[in-house]
């Protein structure tokens, strides 16, 4: 018992002679002139590590200090100047810290950006900001779909409808009726009968953002009622980067199934023929006639079918396709000079893939049978189709922009290829009520290229921007080859029967277009009212030549062994694959003007347009 008292005892006076470390330095730290509290200001006792930070209320704490010391404190707060006080004490009252704002002028500060309308929140803005009725789709939005081309994108536009998978109907005006830009510049039309602009063309991968304005406006020409839609591919890249992407699709109805086809040249894999379905000398070539036995012409029209450039190969084979392919590739680079930045994007995709219909109804009626509550058949047919296509896109686009930022020069180019290689096979009842049975082989190519050099620059109260862009565009049908057999002249029995039972067509379509425009935006300050003038001018040459030239092959009616006993495959010793009877062959060859043009246009406009919506009263 006198042994735990004396532990006891022992205990006390050791506590009793260590110093008292158990104090502390309260208070608040406040702004000078509001008197509010400010919170996260940091406490430093100098000298020490301790440290402690106001909180919500501003109020702080510092814990184990010695009651017999002075001690300096250090309070820094950003915005504040820094505060020292000398001589305070664990012992001392509450504190109150009264800090004095920092008030300093500053040079003028420049930030320097990059405006991106490749985001959903880019173009919100862009559509609440706009005087006129939009509707828009960013990149981003595109990447969290499976589509593969414009066409497909621009059909999830409120308003859009697409027709054939490409043409773009607006508010239920059809593509005539709409007017395309690409990246600031008017593009030429794929068809050769109207004004329509292929959107299928234009990879997905390739696009930045795209805008169909439903208003009219100043600003851009005025031949649209529709829609004008602008598509502007990507530009300046926000990081270095390379990737590649290999992808593919697969169907039931073609993958692994017979597959129909005739032979192509060696680039059709590319989307490019080469030149196994051209005349030689092309389409206005003058072609070796077709001679008799005494070496003189049959007629005026007689043409032979060899030595001509005639693709005589009417063979048709069968494959089974694996499946689709697509490739992609892209690198962007990015390089600063001397503050300067200098932006580089390239693109390359490709496609090929094959698409099977079998079994295609064809018909043709005549007025319904409403007595037997039937419809009544003028042509009663059933198709099947094999096509195979082909896609071959690139882009390579540079931006240059100035170390202010207030000067950015872009060349964007853009290059796509496309061809489709059919065959298809027809079997049923003509209108003449003959049965029948025709083949079409079938070969189109299209190529567009749309470059531009733009430039765009902010001054101190306007922003100019230019463009200088050429475009072309082309379709050609080398060598559309059909044949049709019926049994007109002996029931039952497939035949020749007219002189125009085999044809053959060529058709071509070219485009370019130059244009060029300039617009500035000037901004007026008339004390608080601050209104905007904006003008521009566009001016714009096209030339269009659309050429066809049409052969009929000559050959005795009543043929009856153009095709095998399937009624499916030309056999050999037949018109159609035996070169030996080509010789005696005879082609009807005529320089067809029907529907064949070419032209050229010129025009300049300009506008002009007040906007008084940042005026402030």
Not at 283 to 293: E, F, G, R, V, Y
Not at 379 to 387: A, G, I, L, P
Not at 532 to 560: F, K
Not at 562 to 579: E, N
Request: glycine share 8%; proline share 3%.
């Amino acid at each position: 018992m006198n042994a735990k008292r004396g532990i006891i005892v022992l205990g006390l006076l050791s506590a009793a002679s260590m110093p008292t470390w158990a104090q502390q330095i309260k208070g608040v730290v406040i702004d000078q002139k509001s008197k509010e509290t400010l919170i996260g200001a940091v406490i430093t006792v100098d000298g020490t590590n301790v440290k402690a930070i106001t909180n919500i209320d501003g109020n702080f704490q510092i814990d184990g200090l010695d009651k017999e010391k002075t001690y300096t404190l250090y309070i820094n707060y950003v915005g504040y100047k820094t505060q020292k006080i000398d001589g305070v004490q664990a012992k001392d009252a509450d504190q109150v810290i009264a800090l004095q704002p920092d008030e300093q002028q500053l040079k003028e500060v420049t930030v320097t950006a990059v405006e991106r309308r490749n985001t959903d929140a880019a173009m919100i803005q862009v559509a609440k900001s706009s005087p006129v009725i939009v509707s828009n789709v960013s990149a981003q939005e595109i990447s969290r779909t499976q589509d593969t081309n414009a066409g497909e994108v621009i059909r999830r536009v409120p308003g859009v409808s697409l027709i054939d998978d490409k043409f773009v109907m607006v508010r239920g005006l059809s593509q005539r009726y709409n007017n395309v830009w690409v990246n600031g510049g008017a593009v030429p039309s794929s068809e050769a009968d109207s004004r329509a602009f292929s959107f299928d063309i234009i990879p997905s991968s390739q696009i930045d953002n795209l805008t169909i304005v439903k208003s009219p406006t100043a600003e851009y020409p005025a031949d649209y009622s529709g829609g004008f839609i602008i598509v502007n591919t990507k530009e300046i890249p926000a990081e270095n980067s390379f990737n590649i992407a290999v992808g593919g699709n697969w169907n039931t109805s073609s993958a692994f199934q017979n597959f129909s086809y005739s032979n192509g040249s060696g680039t059709d894999f590319l989307g490019f023929d080469n030149g196994l379905r051209n005349l030689n000398g092309g389409i206005h070539a003058d072609l070796n006639p077709q001679l008799d036995a005494n070496g003189k012409p049959v007629g005026d029209y007689a043409t032979s079918l060899l030595g001509n450039g005639f693709n005589n190969d009417w063979l048709i084979k069968n494959r089974k396709p694996l499946g689709d392919l697509k490739l992609a590739a892209s690198l962007n680079q990015r390089w600063m000079l001397g503050g300067r930045t200098l932006g580089m994007l390239t693109a390359l995709n490709y496609t090929n893939e094959y698409r099977t219909y079998e079994n295609m109804e064809n018909n043709l009626y005549g007025i319904y049978d409403a007595a037997n509550d039937k419809p009544n058949y003028l042509r009663h047919s059933v198709d099947d189709q094999y096509n195979n296509n082909v896609r071959l896109g690139a882009m390579l686009n540079f931006t240059f922009l100035s170390k202010d930022g207030n000067h950015k020069y872009q060349l964007k180019n853009i290059f796509n290829q496309l061809a489709t290689s059919r065959y298809t096979w027809r079997d049923g009842v003509s209108a003449q009520s003959n049965l029948e049975r025709s083949a079409e082989y079938y070969y189109r190519s299209r190529t567009t290229y749309n470059g531009q050099l733009t430039g765009k620059h902010t001054f101190t109260s306007d922003a100019l921007d230019w463009s200088i862009g050429y475009a072309y565009a082309n379709r050609h049908l080398p060598d559309r080859r059909r044949y049709l057999i019926d049994d007109a002249l002996e029931s039952g029995v497939y035949a020749l029967s007219t002189g125009n039972d085999i044809s053959r067509e060529w058709t071509q379509l070219d485009e370019h277009i130059l244009s060029l425009g300039v617009n500035d935006k000037h901004h007026f300050k008339f004390g608080n009212f601050e209104p905007d003038l904006l003008v521009g001018a566009y001016g714009e040459y096209r030339s269009r030549e659309y050429q066809t030239r049409n052969c009929i092959n000559s050959v005795a009616l009543g043929w009856t062994s153009l095709v095998g006993a399937d009624g499916y495959t030309p056999i050999a010793g037949s018109p159609l694959l035996d070169a030996a009877s080509f010789a005696g062959w005879t082609g009807f060859d005529t320089v067809s003007y029907i529907g064949a043009f070419d032209g050229s246009t010129n025009w300049m406009s300009g506008w002009t347009n007040f906007d008084p919506q940042n005026a402030q009263y």
